[in-house]
């Protein structure tokens, strides 16, 4: 089945140890796009590529970056994790932006433990 | 600033009856919105979207309702089943490519 693949599923590290969550898809799909999520908030953009193109949300933080090596994986790297990162991040794909097809398919998340 | 805002945090209905989930927006720029279901343990599934030229769309006992004028969508299901308990989040997209999506309401089906 084709799908959006998410791993770990659970994460913990340590308080400003540098963790990377993942991303892979077999969709095929253009775009790809991160999310955070705290407990009862909404899902919160931090960045989204449209192919190779990067857009970064005006207020991500400097502490996270994201690397798309080729359409099928995408990357999360928080540099310097605080105890305000932990929450579950959600990575999505849209087949296009263009001609409307903003349906996202969303994997299952991983969700972030600092201690 | 919530530009999405889903007011019910949490809603009940009986089976087999209609259950409405409401959905305000501020931003006159959004043209786009969805609506994503989720279970526990599971990322978002799409389940019914309307675009701002539209003022209805339908699929099967989902319906989406659009009101531009007071930045109002709504969404119904009906009959309502037990497999519809989730919790339910508004999307909606802006010309300048924002996605904001509004905190989720809990859908709870009672037998």
């Known amino acids: 089945d084709a799908m959006v693949i998410q791993n770990p599923r659970y994460q913990v590290t340590q308080f400003g140890k540098p963790v990377t969550l993942s991303c892979s898809q077999t969709?095929?799909?253009?775009?790809m796009y991160w999310y955070q999520q705290k407990s009862s908030q909404a899902p919160k953009l931090l960045f989204h590529?449209?192919?190779?193109?990067?857009?970064n949300e005006a207020d991500t933080p400097d502490n996270f970056q994201s690397r798309r090596p080729n359409t099928s994986f995408c990357f999360l790297d928080i540099r310097s994790p605080g105890l305000g990162d932990a929450a579950m991040y959600l990575c999505?794909?849209?087949?296009?932006?263009?001609?409307?097809?903003?349906?996202?398919?969303f994997g299952p998340g991983t969700r972030l433990t600092v201690t | 600033d919530q530009q999405v805002k889903q007011n019910s945090p949490s809603l009940s209905v009986q089976e087999g009856r209609i259950s409405i989930l409401n959905c305000d927006y501020t931003?006159?720029?959004?043209?786009?919105f969805l609506w994503y279901k989720k279970y526990p343990a599971e990322g978002p599934t799409f389940l019914i979207s309307?675009?701002?030229?539209?003022d209805k769309n339908e699929d099967g006992r989902f319906t989406v309702f659009l009101n531009k004028s007071a930045k109002h969508l709504s969404l119904h299901i009906v009959p309502s089943q037990p497999g519809d308990s989730a919790v339910y989040f508004c999307?909606?997209?802006?010309?300048?490519?924002?996605?904001?999506f509004g905190k989720g309401t809990r859908l709870h089906i009672l037998p």
């Open positions: 999505a794909t849209s087949r296009d932006r263009g001609d409307y097809s903003y349906e996202q398919y």
């Open positions: 969709l095929n799909h253009n775009v």
């Open positions: 590529y449209y192919d190779k193109d990067f857009n």
């Open positions: 931003n006159s720029m959004f043209d786009y």
């Open positions: 309307i675009s701002s030229i539209k």
């Open positions: 999307a909606a997209f802006s010309r300048d490519d924002k996605i904001i």
